[in-house]
Every structure is written in structure tokens, then in C-alpha cells.
């Protein structure tokens, strides 16, 4: 019998709420610590893949998702003059077993919040609890509280383990690797911004146009939208260079005229980014970073999930499903390493997941799919009658393929994992 019997877990963001409810199934009793004092359904849209959402169907919210989320129906890709380089469906279109949703960060925490607390109690979720430090001792783990505001402390809690669901800023990951420093700056900035508008192409589209040093994304992310309307989240980017903004820089509202110009002409007929620009009313600045893999996420009663162990690129439309297949995994090891120690369990999910993320991450700094836009901006930077003039249809498909083998969601093997 495994000697994991409490849980700490740092962070109430997907991944460390998607973690409570795996542990509670496996029959751990949890609690989240969460620094924020008041948990808010903030945020801009997100995607979730198919494995992502298989993990979530599997706990129970399959109806859920279908309320707030837009079942993706096509990725396209187009040049910055609206060609196309490439187009496929997605999700239950393309013949997966489960949706991928485009969907509002902020909804989506706030029904893991809400399952949490209906499942787990209300008093397994403290908010304005930032972490300040822990020691791993033999046989527990001792974490330290505090008031991020007021530098209150607000105790001690003892569990059995702790999952470092705390960020890319990570208190714990920082205590692991003092010398980390911050965050690494790809000399990408980030502007993002949601607002009602005339629904595209099927109503269900997720569009990337651009390459590398000038990119717009954009999807729906509400499904009770009618009459040919749609919210619209949208991301803007730019290669700027030089230093990172300060952290306390990040999520700022920003004016929109400081990037608006470069998108200025992007009118293709089916999309208008500048109109959309322009009915933004609130748009938000995040520099594009990440951090390189490190060797070990797990010391002792301790290991760190989702951002905190693998934060990467927003690219593939990875960030948060990779925490919540780090969050299944996790459960995975305890189900099937049941007679053995906290810290053999721990390993064994670092197992699965450690080498697994980390090429994901590498990849995201190659542009992952998106290097199919770099390519045909190279060689076709004043654009292209037909896509296969410039890269051929088995090229597409090895780097499109490629990455879906990368990041876990290849159909066919996805698919065999149905129950």
C-alpha cells in the first residue's frame, strides 16, 4: 500500500486543480493552496487538445466542456497575405473520440474550481495562501504560508507529498535551481485581446496567419454566440528583440496602437484583422518565454507540474493540456505503483512525462507546425499562387505529423486509448 495518503498541492490554476481531482480519485485527501485571494474567471481564450480532453471526459466533464467551449472544427494556416498553406479538421471532425475545444481560460478554472470544491469540500481550496518555503523530510512534507499582500503568515500544513503547481515562476522550482534566473525571452511580445465580432469561415475556425516575426491567431471561444456573431479571441505578434519586459510588465493593458500598425493592411475578405484590432476594447501585453528543460523535477516528497516543470512556447496549442496530461500521468503512477514508496511514485511520473515535455518544448522554439508559415514565407515572401509551388504536400505532412507524434495526439494511437 502506498504511503501517499495526503497531498499538497501549490497553485489553484488548470493544472493544480485538474491534479487535485486525479489525486482525490486515487484516494489521496488533497488540498490547494492558491496565492491569489480571490479566484476570477480571468483570462483570454486557450485551446484544448483531444488528449487534454479525453483526460477531462474521463473525471466526469464531458457536458460541462460542451457549455463553455467551441468544438474546434478546422485549423488553417495562411500566409500574411490570407493564403492558404494549410487546412485540416479537428477534433470529433477529424475523427478523434474527443472534442478539441477553443475555450476561455478563465471559464474552464473556474469549473475545475467549482468541481473541486463540490467534490473535495469547500475547505480544500485555500486562496490568499502564497507558498514562502517547505522542507522534504523523511517521511513528509512541511510547506510555509503567507498573505502575498499583507507578508502575513498563515501557518504550517504537513501532507505526504507536494505538487509544485505554482507557475513559471515557481517557488519551488526555484529552490531546486537557485540559479535559474528568470524567465528566457524569445524577443517575441504577445498582444491579446477578446471581443465580439462577425463569426469566420465555419463559425469554428482557428486561423494562424503570418511566420515567425509577425503572427495573428485567432478563434472563437463562445458557443452560446448566435445570428453570425462571435466572441473572438486574438493574439497578436511581433519580434521586437531586445530585453524581456519586467515581470511586473506582464498582463498589463496596453495601447493597441502600439502594434495595430503592422497589421494594418491583413484585410483578406474572409478576416479582417485590423477591424478586429480596432473592436478591441481591452488588450493585454505578455512577452513570449519560456525555460529549458532541467534533468529532475522530483526530490524526494516533491515535484513540479505543468508550468513549473515544463513552461514552453504558446505554440501547438500545448500549454494547458500538457499540465492536465502531467496531472493524468500523475494519477497513472499512483494507480499502478501502488505498493511502492512516495518518492518511487513521484519518480515514475517524472519518468513519463520529464523527457516527454521537454522535446515538446524544443520543438515550440522551432515553431513547431507553425515552422510550415516560416517555410513559405522564406521561400515565398511575396506570396504564392498554390502552397505546393513552394513546399510539397509530403513536407507539410512530416512537419504537421511530426508534431502531433511530439506532443501526444496522433489520432490513431490517441483513439486505441478509448474505453
Known sequence: MSDIKTAIVAGGGIGGLVTALKLHRAGVSVKVFESVENIKALGVGINLLPHAVRVLTDLGLAEDLAKIGVPT?????????????????????????????????????MLLLETVKKRLGEGAVHTGHRLTSFENHEDRVEAHFENKKTGERLGTYNADIMIAADGIHSVVRKTFYPNEGEPIFSGRILWRGLTESSSFLTGKSMIMAGFQDQKFVTYPVDPEMANGRSLVNWIAELTVGGEAPTKADWNQKIDKEKFASDFATWNFGWLNVPELIEQTESVYEFPMVDRDPVAQWTFGRVTLLGDAAHPMYPIGSNGASQAILDADELEQALLEHS?????????????????????IVRSNRK???????????????????????????QELEEIIGGYKKIA?????TLNKKMQ
Open 73 to 109: 472544427a478546422e485549423l488553417i494556416y495562411v500566409n500574411k497575405y490570407g493564403k492558404q498553406i494549410w487546412q485540416e479538421p479537428r477534433g470529433l471532425y477529424a475523427g478523434y473520440h474527443w472534442p478539441q475545444y477553443s475555450i476561455h481560460r478563465g471559464k474552464l478554472q
Open 339 to 359: 505498493n511502492s514508496s512516495a518518492e518511487h511514485i513521484l519518480k515514475a511520473y517524472e519518468e513519463k512525462r520529464l523527457t516527454a515535455t521537454a522535446n
Open 367 to 393: 515553431n513547431g507546425p507553425e515552422h510550415v508559415m516560416q517555410i513559405a514565407e522564406e521561400r515565398a515572401p511575396e506570396g504564392f499562387e498554390h502552397i505546393h509551388d513552394v513546399i510539397s504536400g
Open 408 to 412: 501526444g495526439f496522433e489520432k490513431d
